[in-house]
Structures are given as C-alpha cells and as structure tokens.
C-alpha cells in the first residue's frame, strides 16, 4: 500500500477571508489491486496530475476509481482526464454530474484497506478516504474539506465553508481519532500528534 500526495492543494484568502484561490490536493492509493485517485483539482491542472502519476510509473489509464471527496468545482476539475475510472461520490453530492459512478451512502468499503466514511460539514456529502496501511501500522485519513488545512486541526475551527459548524467539528474529531497522518482538502500531508 501507498499513499502519495501528487499535486498539493492550494487556499488563499484575502485579509478578510474571502477565498480569491483554491484548488485541492490530490492524492494517489496504490494498493489492494487499485490505482484510486482522491479529488482532482480545478481545471488547467492536467499536466501536473499527468507529471506526478508519472512520476509513480502510472499514466491516467492506470486509474481505475477515481473518489470525489465532495462535489465542489475545486475538487473535481480534472475528473475527465481519468476515461477509464469509475467514480465513487456520496448520494448528498448530486452525483448524477458524474457518469460511471458508484453512489454511496453511509461508509463504504473500497477494499481489505480503503474505506470511505462520512464526514459532513462542509457539504452534506462530504466523505473522507481512510487507509490502512498494515506494514507501517500506520493509518492515513484524506479528508478533502472536511479539515481543509492543517490551522483548522491547530486551532480547533471548522472549515470556513460550512452548513453546521457543530456537525463540522464532530466530523474533524472522527478523522483526528482515526488518523495518523491527514492530507488535508487544500495542502500538503502532516501528521497527528497522539496523546
């Protein structure tokens, strides 16, 4: 099992915090018979995704299920890039955006060591991706903007972005109980610090 950021994201907000950039992180699992995208970016950043798939000995075609943590234009701008993918989105999304998709509601168990849980907050749909990875005895959490930075996780604020705060906050403590490692909606990887 792998787990690799490929294209960090990005959040810049103005100094009264309206967002004037997003784009989110995407991700790589390699493992249990699957090469899974998570989130792919806004549009126009192809090549870069195309680069860091390369830069793992895949290409786009190796993608075989791509996950939308929600459906916000930031999260999925380059979903098309993967043809041959099934997609897998939460039923409160509207995915019927998407073809090709498997809708899921409650967790869902994409393989031995991939699961999908529900984390709302931020959307209604919001679902965050839980690997296991067994030789390290370590556990990673993609949580898409569920927790979309790590100051969210420092200073104990729910995303900005939200339709209940309380229900936000509740989902950033399941992800922070369960991880070992959080790759956040909008940056680079970091780790949890266990009590």
């Known amino acids: 099992m792998q787990v690799a950021v490929i294209k960090p994201g990005i959040l810049v907000r103005n100094n009264v915090g309206m967002i004037l950039q997003a784009s989110s992180t995407v991700t790589l699992i390699s493992g249990d018979g699957h090469n899974i995208i998570v989130d792919t970016g806004v549009p126009g950043e192809g090549d870069n995704i195309l680069s860091g798939l390369a830069n793992h000995g895949l290409s786009q075609e190796d993608i075989d299920i791509v996950i939308n943590t929600h459906l916000h234009g930031d999260h999925m701008g380059n979903n098309a890039l993967f043809l041959k993918a099934r997609f897998i989105a939460h039923i409160d999304e509207f995915p019927a955006r998407l073809t090709n998709v498997i809708v899921i ?42 927790l979309p930075i790590k100051d969210n996780y420092l200073k104990w604020v729910p995303p900005g972005i939200n339709f209940n705060p309380k229900i936000a906050l509740a989902s950033m403590r399941k992800i922070i109980q369960l991880a070992d490692y959080v790759i956040p909606g909008h940056e680079d990887i970091f780790s949890v610090a266990k009590s």
């Open 105 to 146: 509601e409650g967790d869902y168990q994409v393989s031995a060591n991939i699961k999908l849980i529900e984390t709302p907050g931020h959307t209604k749909g919001s679902i965050s991706v839980v690997v296991n990875i067994p030789d390290e005895s370590k556990t990673y959490v993609i949580a898409g903007d569920a």
